[in-house]
């Protein structure tokens, strides 16, 4: 009886390693933006230098927007690539992709049609990534993970600049407590998004990398040179400042002095984080912080509109 117990443990394990090893198969939506050749390359490409393993993407929902040109003028270029070189299948829709995939990822540069598109996915019960931005209002943001929520199915939405390693450093301690933290990187505007969701998220997900959430009020004004400056209050009093600038960067203040953060270290990193994700259902990131910083930009745009008023920060979704 012993020897029969023992053969069966063996098999089992067998089994769950054999699984465990497989790959994880990957949907994308959306395939008008460079991060769909540049993800499926790290995943697919097993001879590259900065390959992930656990996940391929083996198909594709080739969606795109017809009034932003940054959609409609490079959509036909990637999924040529993903198609051609990669192999991956197109499916008509989203639910369709569902059926042949373990994990999606929801890709459009334009955040408009996210909403539309996650609801299809959670519905389906399947681990979602959403890149950035979250989606095309703050309200939709909302939506996303509250429907997420109900339906028990793990969402994450980041940008690749939380995870660069000087950012997770600060974030960390290895520096001391945080005192005060200034970020930047571009903020290109798009008429059909609010003003930071569509570049200014990088500086912006640096910034609360950083300092964690927490943020109570947002004011927002320009530098000397007239570029967006953001400046928000946390609740224990600290200061964390987001400025548009043409390259990627910041500065911690810190118990230990001041240190470098903000830099980008290359999609790698994020894309190891989302395959992590799929296989464990546990984002890196809490639900809350990510749905504050899109409440910060929201905030952001408010205060615009208001000639810089401080607005008060508000985040009510569960």
Not at 201 to 224: A, D, Q
Request: aromatic share 8%; proline share 4%; net charge neutral.
């Amino acid at each position: 009886m012993n020897h029969i117990r023992l053969i069966g443990i063996l098999l089992v394990t067998s089994l769950v390693f054999t699984i465990q090893a497989k790959d994880l198969r990957i949907g994308m939506v959306g395939l008008d933006t460079s991060h769909v050749t540049a993800f499926t390359r790290i995943l697919n490409d097993t001879s590259a230098k900065d390959h992930i393993p656990g996940g391929k993407v083996v198909a594709a929902v080739k969606d795109s927007s017809s009034d932003i040109k940054a959609s409609y003028s490079r959509v036909e270029k990637f999924t040529s690539e993903l198609t051609s070189k990669w192999n991956v299948k197109l499916y008509p829709s989203v639910n369709e992709l569902c059926q042949n995939v373990d994990a999606v990822m929801i890709e459009n540069v334009d955040g408009r049609p996210h909403l539309k598109h996650a609801i299809d996915v959670i519905n389906a019960g399947k681990p979602l990534y959403i890149d950035k931005p979250l989606a095309g209002t703050f309200d939709d943001c909302i939506k996303i993970y509250r429907l997420a929520k109900q339906n028990k199915v793990p969402v994450f939405s980041a940008s690749s600049l939380r995870f660069s390693k000087s950012t997770l450093d600060a974030r960390a301690g290895k520096y001391g407590k945080v005192l005060q933290c200034e970020t930047f990187s571009p903020a290109h505007i798009e008429p059909h998004h609010p003003d930071l969701f569509w570049y200014g998220i990088h500086g912006v997900e640096s910034l609360f990398t950083v300092m964690g959430p927490g943020c109570i009020s947002v004011k927002r004004g320009t530098t000397k040179n007239g570029k967006i400056m953001v400046t928000g209050k946390w609740n224990d009093g600290r200061i964390g400042i987001f400025r548009e600038n043409n390259g990627y960067g910041g500065i911690a203040k810190c118990e230990n002095g001041e240190h470098p953060v903000g830099n980008y270290d290359g999609y790698a990193p994020l894309v190891e984080e989302i395959i992590r994700f799929f296989i464990s259902g546990k984002a890196p990131v809490e639900d809350r912080e990510t749905l504050e910083i899109y409440a910060f930009m929201h905030a952001a745009d408010e205060s615009k509109s208001a000639n810089g008023k401080e607005i008060p920060l508000k985040l009510d979704w569960e």
